[in-house]
């Protein structure tokens, strides 16, 4: 797959093994994603064990990202880790994670989640809580809004996807600035969709790692 140079790749390496993500490593690849807490942890502590002579890292640059439903209490096992949090879905979410950076003296950078699908089953924001959270007085000081992440309904209907798609970019275009300036939509199955309407980053797994394995 080919990507405009100034959109980013983040590998969806949930439910695949540290072979494949060094192997993706070693193709290039920097910024791996997962979703489930217990899997993440796991994949840090095993390749921050994997050094040199000398004792440093040999993947010292692999940026982490968290793409899942992150339940409050399974907060220390993702934060100090991570890059990015682009699944922040809610407000109870929200001021966990400032509290939690307060506590631990860190800026945690995130993506609002925006739910725009049909599949009521899919976390997020509406597009008018996004707006509460971004312009209302609650102030979040231990919490950096680097933009929106978003899914398009999952169905054969390109029309549909392309609606998704343009209410996402819309609502990222109210507030784009230069610290909020990531659009997270686009996957395997419809990321070229979602470069036509702005995608700064796509979440690609199956497209890179093949079939989950479970």
Not at 22 to 32: C, P, V
Not at 99 to 124: F, M, P, S, Y
Not at 144 to 151: D, P, R
Request: proline letters at 4%; a negative charge; aromatic letters at 10%.
């Amino acid at each position: 797959m080919e990507l405009p140079s100034d959109v980013k790749l983040a590998a969806v390496s949930k439910f695949h093994p540290v072979d494949a993500i060094i192997e993706a490593y070693s193709a290039g690849q920097r910024i791996f994603a997962e979703s489930r807490p217990q899997e993440l942890y796991a994949k840090v502590k095993e390749l921050d064990g994997m050094r040199d002579s000398d004792g440093n890292s040999l993947y010292p640059d692999i940026e982490w990202h968290f793409i899942g439903h992150l339940q409050t209490n399974k907060l220390k096992m993702v934060l100090p880790y991570v890059s990015l949090v682009q699944s922040v879905d809610s407000l109870h979410l929200l001021e966990a994670i400032d509290r939690w950076g307060k506590d631990n003296a860190r800026v945690i950078n995130v993506l609002l989640e925006c739910h725009v699908a049909a599949e009521q089953t899919k976390q997020g924001f509406s597009e008018e809580e996004i707006r509460q959270v971004l312009t209302g007085e609650r102030q979040y000081p231990n919490v950096k809004f680097c933009g929106l992440m978003g899914m398009a309904t999952f169905t054969d209907d390109m029309t549909v996807v392309r609606g998704d798609f343009a209410r996402l970019k819309h609502l990222f275009d109210e507030f784009f600035s230069p610290d909020f300036r990531e659009l997270s939509i686009g996957m395997s199955e419809d990321y070229r969709i979602a470069l036509e309407y702005g995608s700064t980053m796509v979440r690609i797994g199956t497209m890179i790692f093949g079939p989950r394995v479970y």
